[in-house]
């Protein structure tokens, strides 16, 4: 049985918060410079190569990229030879104190939907637990924001609805997001399973390198099939026309029931931030 | 080619800018979103005075994060707009010039646009930490409480806005992605 401190856990996703509000990963970056290069519409063109001074200045700074530094989704990936010693849920919660606290980010949750007080540390964080074979730890802190997860949609097809409704759905939520989202997006898209675990594995999906695929064949094709779909719309940078609206498109699927085809889609910004460590 | 649009903002200027143009912004601008546009309209439903003059002035909907060390303000970028439509016609009738915000607006919004004069403007969303460096100064006025979502007043200067919804209407968004679309056939 391996230890880990809660305290080793705190300290990493402190530093895990600010790195991915500061720092734009890479696989985001690289995908921009390339729509920048593909892009024939000079407004569009003029937008993407302001995108990319703003996450150069972030970078040499040390300043949030954006200013919505998120509700903290926290997903952990915990070997079932691993033991904390303390409380895993205070540690991961504390670490999102430090950091938002640390690295001047924004405090955005509210402790009630309907009442609306600012916790006024970003606190609680959203989390993901999955327990896996052998004596890994491994966290990722993907920082949200909401202008985005405001645009995301999960709807129950029926499975005559096939795989024509499922790219109509996509369609659909992205034309009805436009400018919203803060285009060019990722968009992340979670088919079967049941209605919650559609929703989690579109939000999984945005954890993936933007430029990479599905494992297997045919959501792989689907998935780029989709993103020249997403781009042929127009909506464009911050949604003045242009062929970059999205960077990626990116499909998981599971097993679902004989009755159902459930599809969620959740929208990610330009600023899609994810950052992790394995301890 | 950009046009410079110096503080007060007033009709006359308004009215001369036109959908797609690029604007720097010099001057005292104010920061509102969610909580403080409820605030604001509510003082307004029961006749009381707002904390900041509105008349001919421009409010950028921003929850800026925390000024590091010799920032004036920490990164702040647009927030979507559409969730300070149900509030944003009380301010336009009561002389609000100009908005900063990204996304769409409701029929009502431009309605109250075109009877006032006044313009929509769009700054590059998730562009925080370029946005910040055009921002000199920043003070809370007004319920502080809020944390981000406090009313500040700000000093910009060539704060780089476009013209989405100009003062006849007109919306960048239909004509912007139509020329995109028309060109590329």
Redesign the interface.
């Known amino acids: 049985m391996r230890e880990i401190q809660a305290q080793q856990i705190t300290q990493t996703i402190r530093q895990l918060c600010i790195d991915a509000n500061c720092h734009l990963a890479g696989d985001v970056k690289e995908q921009i410079k390339q729509c920048r290069s593909c892009e024939t519409f000079p407004v569009a063109q003029g937008i993407l190569d302001k995108i990319i001074e703003n996450y150069e200045i972030a970078d040499t700074n040390v300043v949030p990229i954006c200013q919505d530094t998120g509700v903290a989704c926290v997903f952990i990936e915990m070997g079932q030879d691993v033991h904390v010693n303390g409380s895993l849920e205070e540690a991961i919660n504390e670490g999102v104190r430090q950091g938002y606290q640390d690295g001047y980010l924004r405090k955005s949750v509210v402790a009630d939907p309907l009442n609306r007080v600012n916790t006024k540390d970003n606190t609680p964080a959203m989390i993901y637990y999955d327990i896996v074979p052998g004596d890994q730890f491994k966290i990722t802190v993907a920082p949200k924001g909401f202008g985005s997860e405001n645009m995301s949609q999960i709807k129950m097809l029926k499975p005559s609805d096939g795989l024509q409704g499922v790219k109509d759905f996509i369609l659909k939520v992205v034309r009805d997001a436009g400018p919203n989202p803060c285009p060019p997006i990722v968009v992340g898209v979670g088919v079967g399973g049941t209605f919650d675990k559609a929703a989690t594995m579109a939000k999984r999906a945005l954890l993936r390198p933007v430029d990479s695929h599905n494992p297997n064949p045919f959501y792989a094709e689907l998935e780029d099939e989709m993103l020249t779909l997403v781009n042929a719309l127009g909506i464009g940078p911050q949604g003045f026309g242009g062929k970059t609206t999205a960077l990626g498109v990116n499909i998981e699927y599971f097993p679902t029931h004989i009755a159902g085809l459930p599809v969620a889609v959740n929208i990610n910004c330009h600023v899609t931030r994810h950052k992790s460590a394995e301890l | 080619m950009e046009k410079r649009i110096v503080m007060p903002f007033t009709a006359e200027k308004a009215r001369e800018l036109k959908a797609g143009d690029s604007v720097l912004i010099t001057g005292v601008i104010y920061t509102a979103r969610d ?1 403080a546009h409820k605030r604001l309209v509510e003082l307004l439903e029961k006749g009381e005075p707002l904390p900041m003059d509105v008349r001919d002035t421009m409010i950028f909907y ?7 060390p010799g ?1 004036a303000l ?4 647009p ?2 707009s ?1 969730r300070m439509d149900a509030y944003a016609p009380q301010l336009l009738d009561v002389g609000l010039r100009g908005m900063i915000g ?3 607006r409701s029929p009502e919004v431009i309605e109250a646009m075109k009877r006032n004069t006044a313009v929509y403007f ?1 700054a ?7 946005l ?2 055009c921002i000199k100064k920043a003070e809370v006025i007004a319920y502080p409480d ?4 406090a009313i500040h007043r700000l000093e910009v200067e060539d704060f ?1 806005v ?1 013209v989405v919804i100009d003062s006849q209407g007109n919306n ?2 239909e004509t ?6 028309a ?2 056939e």
């Open positions: 909580a921003v929850g800026p994060t925390p000024a590091k920032q920490g990164s702040a970028g927030t979507t559409y990204k996304g769409l769009g590059i969303g998730g562009a925080g930490a370029l910040s460096k809020l944390g981000a979502e780089p476009v960048l968004y912007g992605r139509a020329q995109y679309l060109g590329r």
